[in-house]
């Protein structure tokens, strides 16, 4: 397991856009499948956007495909998602996970075994 921090979140106006960050400073994220997930109130934790170790390759869900971006920075050992065109229905506690993978991107939470802390992001009209 690995230890994750997020950072960023907030409070934007619909069309606008975000940016999070989930890192660890004890140890790198070599191996390992990263994958943004959310849950809104009264809603299940649903799969958002993920990237796999080997190639980079990533798998988002339909919902924010064009909109939402993530990226690996190696030497910073931290990933990031870019939320851009903002809907009020993004609105949710983002979560940052990693599991063990070199070439899947899993998008079941219940695969994960190291979960960031919870940022809250809020689209007002």
């Known amino acids: 397991q690995v230890q994750l921090v997020q950072s960023g979140g907030g409070l934007v106006q619909v069309g606008g856009s975000l940016r999070l960050s989930c890192g660890d400073s004890g140890r790198d994220f070599s191996g390992y499948a990263m994958a943004w997930f959310r849950q809104a109130p009264e809603k299940e934790r649903e799969f958002v956007i993920g990237?796999?170790?080997?190639?980079?390759?990533?798998k988002s869900a339909d919902s924010v495909k064009g909109r939402f971006t993530i990226s690996r920075d190696i030497v910073k050992n931290t990933v990031y998602l870019q939320m851009s065109n903002l809907k009020l229905e993004d609105t949710a506690v983002y979560y940052c996970a990693a599991v063990q993978s070199l070439w899947r991107v899993p998008s079941s939470s219940d695969e994960y075994d190291s979960w960031g802390q919870g940022t809250t992001v809020t689209v007002s009209s």
């Open positions: 990237t796999s170790w080997s190639r980079g390759g990533t």
